[in-house]
């Protein structure tokens, strides 16, 4: 049977957490989003689908749209600030060589593919990203709907992440390096839990 695995971009490859904390300081207050404040704020915010708990906390969906576009526009811009986790690259690597690789993200496609151009981490099919849907549920349909035989797997780093893997009825992996710990982590119950890239080499290899 054939294997898809399916990565979140944001914690998992990119360790984009500090940027991410600085801009939505800078941004959040302009949009009403005065709570946004902490690192704790920016963690909680991704408990489950991101743009789901911006939306609680009161975007209407112009709002929300005009508030993603201007992050990604900032985080393209700001780029250079930004790496890939030590290891992750020579992992995917390792990875790609017996699993088809699809990146679903709730960051923008033009912001994660500029990133991967730019770090050669061209081990991805395609990227799908917020301006295809919010929902990560709706896209790892997409794909399943796409590839009905196939073994999907969804890897993220936040309870969100594992949350709609779940909804979407397929397997999930935690990686314990991103924007949420362990422990955190571990209350949304993955199917698997990693701590370092290459432990993901030795679960898909």
Do not use: C
Request: glycine share 4%.
């Amino acid at each position: 049977m054939e294997t898809i695995l399916l990565f979140d971009y944001d914690g998992v490859i990119v360790d984009s957490m500090p940027l991410v904390l600085e801009l939505l300081q800078t941004l959040a207050p302009k949009y009403g989003l005065d709570m946004i404040k902490t690192q704790q704020d920016v963690e909680n915010l991704f408990d489950k689908n991101v743009y789901e708990s911006l939306q609680e906390l009161g975007l209407d969906d112009q709002k929300l749209n005009h508030f993603k576009e201007k992050l990604g526009v900032k985080l393209l811009l700001l780029q250079s600030h930004l790496n890939p986790f030590p290891n992750i690259k020579e992992s995917l690597e390792k990875i790609s060589t017996d699993n088809r690789m699809i990146m679903i993200t709730s960051n923008l496609s033009f912001v994660t593919n500029h990133f991967l151009k730019k770090h050669k981490l061209n081990f991805f099919e395609k990227v799908l990203g917020a301006e295809v849907s919010k929902s990560k549920v709706e896209k790892i349909l997409n794909v399943k709907q796409e590839n009905p035989d196939a073994k999907l797997y969804y890897i993220g780093d936040t309870t969100g992440d594992i949350y709609e893997g779940k909804k979407a009825k397929i397997k999930t992996v935690g990686v314990t390096w991103g924007y949420h710990s362990k422990s955190r982590i571990k209350k949304a119950n993955p199917n698997h839990i990693v701590n370092n890239p290459k432990e993901l080499v030795k679960l898909f290899t």
